[in-house]
């Protein structure tokens, strides 16, 4: 194992690059932000001082959400919303205006995924990750838009996205393209609603373990073992770093900054080695043994 040191680690949870009250009087709507890497952005927003609207379509998320931002004494409204649904996404809108206004920032975080060999994939396995991944997406942006451009007020929206998108990610072909399209769809909707002063960008995490990982998820995770050592950075993330990179995109000090994809994962996805490690098909990766002959 290397000695080297790597990325230093960051600042604690609770500080932050921003002035405080940077967000005083905004709403950020989150989807999926009642776990994971949305509930840490949720955080990062409300300890500027942004009020919170939690959209998932899982109750007990929901709640988990709620206690997040209470916790930290900021105001939260949680709507059920499944975003593949339109009149839903609409209704969750309503009941986000009605509580605090038309929220100022989206922050497009829910996304499904699983690990599996493209030839396993059902077509409704296909279907269902796209159309929550990329779909759903494009709904909530699509109401989010045709809101603030209706009132003329100016907003901003970050795109979770993944490193796969530019690279392809074996295991993961569905969640692969839909993320590509995701991106795809960063700069083409941050030309076109630029001129309303709606800015829109991408932002990637690298990996940040937490409590929240599927199943599915952790178990691909859990086939390496130690896992700064296979970062450049020699650490992995921490979950405030993708906070700060949320709340600092949508803030008023990025606003030149439209159509890019951040990607916060200490370089990881540029890795490239002298000599090409065997490869390994995904079928093995994930002990699924031979595909089946007729
Ligand atoms: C194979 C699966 C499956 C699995 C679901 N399906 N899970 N197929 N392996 N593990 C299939 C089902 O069999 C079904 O097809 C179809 O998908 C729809 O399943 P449903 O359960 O009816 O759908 P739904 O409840 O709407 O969604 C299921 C889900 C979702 C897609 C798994 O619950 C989900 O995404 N959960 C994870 C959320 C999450 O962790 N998101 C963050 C991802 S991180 P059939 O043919 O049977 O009808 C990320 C960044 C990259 O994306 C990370 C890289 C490591």
Redesign the pocket.
């Known amino acids: 194992m290397s000695d080297t040191p790597g990325l230093p680690a960051p600042p604690p949870p609770g500080a932050s690059a921003l002035p405080a009250g940077t967000y005083d009087g905004d709403t950020v709507l989150v989807t999926?932000a009642g776990t994971?890497l949305g509930k840490a952005i949720a955080v990062e927003f409300a300890r500027l001082g942004a009020s919170i609207v939690v959209a998932s379509r899982n109750p007990e998320h929901l709640a988990a959400g709620r206690r997040a931002i209470e916790a930290l004494g900021a105001d939260v409204e949680v709507v059920e919303c499944d975003i593949r649904d339109a009149d839903a996404v609409a209704a969750a809108f309503d009941a986000a205006e009605e509580r605090f206004g038309l929220p100022r920032v989206l922050v497009n975080n829910a996304?499904?995924?699983?690990p599996?060999p493209a030839e396993?994939?059902?077509?409704?396995?296909w279907r269902?990750?796209v159309d929550?991944?990329l779909n759903g997406t494009f709904l909530v942006s699509r109401e989010f838009a045709r809101r603030h451009l209706a009132a003329g007020s100016t907003a901003s929206i970050v795109n979770v996205g993944?490193s796969y998108a530019w690279t392809g990610?074996p295991g993961?072909a569905h969640?692969a393209a839909a993320?590509a399209g995701v991106k795809n769809m960063v700069e083409t909707l941050a030309v076109e609603w630029g001129p309303y002063g709606i800015q829109v960008n991408g932002l990637v995490p690298g990996l940040f373990p937490h409590e929240d990982?599927?199943d599915?998820?952790r178990g691909?995770?859990d086939l390496t073992h130690e896992k700064d050592p296979l970062q450049p950075a020699m650490r992995v993330g921490e979950r405030q770093e993708l906070g700060w990179a949320a709340t600092f995109l949508a803030s008023p000090y990025a606003r030149f900054i439209s159509g890019h994809t951040l990607v916060v994962d200490g370089a990881n996805w540029q890795r490239r080695t002298l000599t090409n490690p065997p490869v390994v098909t995904v079928r093995d990766q994930l002990g699924r043994g031979a595909f089946p002959k007729e």
């Open positions: 999926g994971g996304a499904a995924n699983f599996s396993d994939l059902s077509p409704n396995a269902t990750v929550i991944t993944a990610g993961f969640s993320k990982m599927t599915d998820i691909s995770l």
